[in-house]
Each structure stands twice: as structure tokens, then as C-alpha cells.
């Protein structure tokens, strides 16, 4: 999907982490007229209960997020702990608007620290 096409309601953003923030996002998603698919691992997740469908899969499972990413226009991350690599070979079916660069980065708190930094973005310490 090219990111500058407007997604527009009716249309599905898939959510990878099924907890209190993708219930929030969930529920915001809906108001404003989309629907919702969540994939998480947890039987009757926060999510899973107000969303349109639920993936019941693990966060790394490529075939589950493959499912995701052609049954959804956009996907998105509730947590930093998605999969990057599965999240990139899934791409080419649904476009993810923060992309997967920040997130790998986001993984490694060295890394993340080291990031900011760079940014000019004051943090404390690394002890």
C-alpha cells in the first residue's frame, strides 16, 4: 500500500499484540469507522474483545502474521517486542506505516539509548 494513499474507513488495520494499549487503539480504530483484526497468543485477550477477528498465533508465527498482513491494509505494534524479521517478510502484503527499523532498534535498550543520544535527546546514564 503506498503510504501516502489515505486508509479509509471500512478498511482493516491489523494489530500484532492483543493487550490494554490494542484495546485502545481497537476501540479508537472503530469509532472513526474501521475495523480491527488482532493477532495474539492469549485466548480472550483485551483486544480480541472488541476487535472484528483475533489470530490466535504467536507474535513470530510468519504464517499467522502472512494471514494478518492479506486480511488487513495496514498493520501495526502494540509492543516492542514483535518480531522483525517475521514483520518484514510480511511487507510486501501490508504496508506498516512505522516500519520495523525504529522497532529492531528498540529492542537493543544500548542501541535505543545510543539512538537518542544521536538525537540530541538527553537520557540518563548508562551505568
Known amino acids: 500500500m503506498n503510504l501516502n494513499k ?4 471500512g478498511q482493516v488495520i491489523g494489530i500484532i499484540g492483543g493487550g490494554q494499549l490494542g484495546k ?3 476501540l479508537s480504530a472503530r469509532e472513526l469507522g474501521f475495523r480491527v483484526g488482532v493477532l495474539d497468543p492469549t485466548v480472550d485477550c483485551p483486544a480480541a474483545q472488541v476487535a472484528d477477528w483475533h489470530l490466535l498465533a504467536a507474535y513470530d508465527d510468519q504464517e499467522a502474521l502472512k494471514e ?12 516492542e517486542n514483535a518480531d522483525v524479521d517475521a514483520l518484514a517478510a510480511v511487507e510486501q ?4 506505516p512505522q516500519g520495523t527499523d525504529l522497532l529492531a532498534i528498540t529492542q537493543d535498550r544500548l542501541m535505543e539509548k545510543t539512538f537518542l543520544e544521536d538525537q540530541n ?3 540518563a546514564p548508562v551505568f
Open 68 to 79: 494478518l498482513a492479506k486480511r488487513s491494509q495496514v498493520i501495526t505494534y502494540e509492543f
Open 6 to 9: 489515505p486508509l479509509l474507513p
Open 93 to 96: 502484503f501490508a504496508t506498516i
Open 121 to 123: 535527546i538527553v537520557i
Open 24 to 26: 485502545m487503539m481497537a
